[in-house]
């Protein structure tokens, strides 16, 4: 296995603080984020790999996703954060368009289908939001949700700490539940037309659309 080349002191000292520096600029970005303050220019100086979470950007029928709670689509910005805020911002005018608070804090990821936007809060919250900002519906389910929701036609599946929803995506009402008897411990996956979600204890669920 091949060893890592030897830093001389000098260089073992500038990476440190290379690395110190990126830490504060990683703070100072996620507490604009947090107050929707952050502007283009300083967007672009950070990049995007710093704003959302660890995981890489993926792209995916054109909407660029970063990290887990930023999605860039059509010139804009929409992200959540865990003080509860989802916001939109604009690229080109380097400005807010819109913002909406929730209940809690927002730790799954939001959901884009077509052009609406599908955000579920710890404090209960599952919300339509167009993606000009109107509330289409908002539903509180009594008890936090920190799965992120799936989309599957005319479907929403929310799967909060001991039940699973689905929601009918045009009404914001619930069409069916499943009421488990130990809390969920992943996100829903999708094969096909079957869902899958592990539980505490309590093993996997399959469910067939």
Request: charged fraction near 20%.
């Amino acid at each position: 296995m091949a060893t890592p080349p030897q830093l001389t002191p000098e260089q073992r000292a500038n990476a440190l603080v290379k690395a110190a520096e990126a830490r504060v600029a990683r703070a100072e970005l996620k507490n604009k984020l947090k107050m929707g303050t952050v502007t283009l220019a300083e967007h672009e100086r950070y990049g995007l790999e710093e704003v959302g979470s660890s995981s890489p950007p993926a792209v995916a029928n054109g909407v660029v996703v970063v990290g887990s709670s930023v999605i860039a689509r059509n010139g804009r910005l929409y992200y959540a954060n865990f003080d509860g805020v989802v916001a939109c911002h604009n690229i080109e005018r380097d400005e807010m368009e819109w913002r909406y608070g929730v209940r809690g804090s927002i730790v799954a990821d939001p959901v884009v289908d077509g052009e609406y936007l599908y955000v579920v809060s710890s404090g209960g919250d599952v919300v339509k939001l167009s993606l000009r900002g109107d509330v289409e519906w908002s539903v509180n389910l009594g008890g936090p949700v920190g799965r992120s929701p799936i989309v599957m036609g005319q479907d929403l599946y929310v799967l909060s700490r001991r039940v699973f929803y689905v929601f009918d995506t045009a009404r914001g009402t619930v069409q069916w539940s499943i009421v488990m008897p130990t809390e969920s411990a992943t996100n829903i996956a999708v094969s096909g037309r079957t869902m899958y979600f592990g539980t505490e204890g309590n093993g996997i669920y399959q469910i067939r659309k």
